[in-house]
């Protein structure tokens, strides 16, 4: 009789390599991606060592039907995880169209990576405008490729990238202007994110700025929150990232030029959005200003599911509320 071990040691061997190598692909589609990963790494790794083992004793008869019968059972306990921690993909009933402008190249996952992680996978198309690539702050070249990254990863459609002067956008009003106007007549957006006027760093004003005059004639545009928003930052529009905190914090992690800086740092990612999902009444979430909001743009991110915008206007007005 042929032996089966080299076949599965084979199989096994496969699945550990690609358990220890596919972190992005399982954070972009698992709850508890690290709980899972090291599941899986700690099941093949094991199996794979007693089928090296069974393989070198030449198991026959009951032994080895025994052994391949725990194998097969372990292999198929690893199933149940994934299928119960599976992100579900829940399709809106009308496909929209997001601009998200930033003016730096991580600014985008920090602030709203979540909610549009979350639009991507229900249908919606995601484009991003970036104004600079951050040399100031670091290496420009490593951060512009960084940011294709974290746009490949959640699945952006497109990716915008300039080279106006870090740390100097302000000087760049009107070409920024410009560039803002091309991207709403090509791309006809539903509804724009920006940086908020609350926000003590420069860049993200005048991206503000700019966003606010070229979109003058535009419904619906909401101001996300980066980690230099002042204490006036005052959301009142929410998006529940239950599902997409773990690929918030992955999408981050794709700027590794940035590491260092604290606000990069999982933990501060998580706390803020323990904060705004607090407030928001979920468990985690990210928080938009609105500038203004048609009604309609609301629904119509809304799945047969759940509601994607959350508007906890009793939160505020309530005096019941703790
Ligand atoms: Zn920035």
Redesign the pocket.
Known sequence: MISVYPLLIVLLAGLLSASLAGKAILHRRFRHPEGLRRLAVTITALLLIANVVAFSMDLQGHWQSAHLTATVAALTALVIPMVLWRVPITHASNARRVLAI???P??IELACGGTLAKFVDSGHEVEVVVMSDGMRGGDGKARSEEALRGASYIGLIGLRHYRFADANLAAHGQEMIQVIEGALARFDPDIILTHSQHDS?Q??QAVHAATLRAARRHHSILCFE?P?ATREFDPSVFVDIEDYMEAKVQAVRMHADQKEKPYMAPERLRAVALFRGAQARRRVAEAYEPVRMLSSELGSFESQHSSYLERPNETYTSSSAS
Request: hydrophobic content about 10%.
């Open positions: 930033g003016a730096h991580d600014d760093h860049d993200h980066s230099s």
